[in-house]
């Protein structure tokens, strides 16, 4: 890493948020989505492609210790925050309550190595953290998360395992002082778990950047129905997610056409891959003063992109370094 931007980022202090952030500008290449052949609306069960889970985790890696290297001078206590850190992906049902697996792509073995393997690569990045942090709500996982501090027992005392919803543990940890404290939080939900108020309490914090997987074409593409037609309970659940409810009027539009009945007025999804991706990064740069405008999507074995790995930096002052090194370490 540059010494410069070790300089900067090592500069970042603790100041107060205004209402909308100040996003810091880069000049990140438009975001460009590849869509895939068709739709993507099959239910069958997909195979990852490749070693991206290697290729993601790298990425991770390459940022944890930028970070730990140019903080480790200054007087900061840092910690990893991993949200979700033991999710029992095969335990995801469908919006009815159906025993039908909503999402099959979360039950593949690689999609749970990468989820376990960003625990392991935080607690082997050096220089160390000070803290490690593990979220995880459900209890028959704890067990599994415990071994962590078998498996690295020279810092084992400062692993906490955390038995606790993610987004309610999350606010109430942002609302510490942070001024002494700085952290990286990776958030990887199997699903649309994030709450968007979850994103503005780390934001306010001014001391936390963000790594998140955004579930792109897991979850909310393929929610968003062509015909517009959504029940109530995945509005509500895109809501709480973007913030907002005016995902819909991006995403859909009222289209007229003639057929043999007449002029006819209807709703159509024209939102695509990219489309949704530009709105989700938008989003964030209202809360967060430094935003990746190259998030990186990760993409199956047919072509699909399931997620988007999206970064965020929350401190003013750090934000620029911290996004030209984020921006560096996720371009293709």
Known sequence: MPERDKQQLMARQHKPLRTKAKTTRSRAKPLTIAEPPSQYVSEEKHT??????????????KYLSAYTTALKHQPFQLAYIDAFAGTGYRTLKAVDETTELMFPEL??????????????????????????????????????????????????????????????YLKKLCKKNWKKHRAVIFLDPYGMQVNWNTLEAIARTEAIDLWILFPLG?????????????NYAVKKRLDEMFGTQDWYETFYKEIT?????????????????????????????????????NPLPLYNSKGNPLYLLCFAASNPKGAKPALRIAQDILRR
């Open 218 to 230: 897991v979850a909310v593409n393929r929610l968003l129905k062509r015909d517009g037609n959504i």
């Open 257 to 293: 056409a003639e057929d043999l009945f007449g002029t006819q007025t209807k709703v159509r999804k024209v939102s695509g891959f990219t489309m949704i991706s530009s709105y989700f990064v938008e989003r964030l740069k209202t809360i967060f003063p430094g935003v990746a405008e």
């Open 107 to 168: 039950a593949e073995k690689e999609t749970q190595q990468f989820i376990e393997g960003s625990a392991r690569v935080a607690l082997q990045t050096l220089p160390r953290f000070l803290k490690y942090i593990f979220i995880e709500k459900r209890g028959k996982h704890i067990p599994e998360l415990e071994k962590l501090k078998e498996e690295f027992p020279e810092i084992a005392d400062d692993i906490s395992i955390i038995n606790a919803e993610a987004n309610e």
């Open 48 to 61: 990852f492609g490749g070693s991206w889970t290697n290729q993601k985790l790298e990425r991770v890696k």
